[in-house]
């Protein structure tokens, strides 16, 4: 079997690309130093500017929203703050600190409103608008996708 990455055959990459389909994940990333490889599923989003020592191995490539993500886009009014990655929602900057912000609280454009973690990095990810925060859509911890719905501001 002729090695395509590293210590990683081709083999290894298709039973790989098989659990991301039977677990429904969006993207398995597999790191080694400097080098990796990321193996995207059926909820990919288009990739941000990789590294050149990134290799991407597209699994399936689907772009519609799901019945339940349209639904939920048609029912929420006001301005709806949507996550600029994928990674994991942290609604506090650590779990003995209380949230950044709760339903209710009044936000200016510039506040830390929550943070997302990505790739072992937490990214502080700021309000885009003055308001009230009407509704948290995702809870903590949650995993979230590139452009998903995060919080509602009125």
């Given at each position: 079997?002729e090695k395509?990455y590293?210590?990683?055959d081709?083999?290894t990459?298709?039973k790989?690309a098989?659990?991301?389909?039977?677990k429904?994940?969006s993207?398995l990333?597999?790191?080694n130093?400097?080098?990796?490889?990321?193996?995207?599923?059926?909820?990919c989003i288009?990739p941000?500017?990789?590294?050149?020592?990134q290799?991407?191995v597209p699994v399936?490539?689907?772009?519609?929203?799901?019945?339940?993500e349209?639904?939920?886009a048609?029912?929420v009014?006001?301005k709806?703050?949507?996550?600029?990655?994928?990674?994991?929602?942290?609604s506090?900057?650590?779990?003995?600190?209380?949230?950044?912000v709760?339903?209710?609280d009044?936000v200016?454009?510039g506040?830390?409103i929550m943070?997302i973690?990505?790739?072992?990095l937490?990214?502080?990810?700021?309000s885009?608008?003055d308001?009230t925060?009407?509704?948290?859509?995702v809870?903590d911890?949650q995993?979230?996708?590139?452009?998903?719905?995060?919080m509602?501001?009125k």
């Amino acid at each position: 079997m002729e090695k395509i990455y590293g210590q990683i055959d081709l083999e290894t990459i298709e039973k790989l690309a098989d659990i991301i389909n039977k677990k429904e994940l969006s993207e398995l990333t597999i790191a080694n130093g400097e080098k990796s490889i990321t193996l995207k599923g059926r909820k990919c989003i288009p990739p941000m500017a990789a590294p050149a020592a990134q290799v991407q191995v597209p699994v399936s490539v689907e772009s519609t929203l799901s019945a339940s993500e349209a639904l939920m886009a048609e029912e929420v009014s006001g301005k709806v703050v949507r996550s600029p990655i994928v990674g994991t929602f942290y609604s506090a900057p650590s779990p003995d600190k209380p949230p950044f912000v709760k339903t209710g609280d009044e936000v200016k454009k510039g506040d830390v409103i929550m943070i997302i973690e990505s790739m072992k990095l937490m990214n502080e990810i700021q309000s885009e608008y003055d308001g009230t925060v009407e509704q948290i859509l995702v809870s903590d911890g949650q995993a979230v996708e590139f452009d998903q719905p995060i919080m509602v501001i009125k």
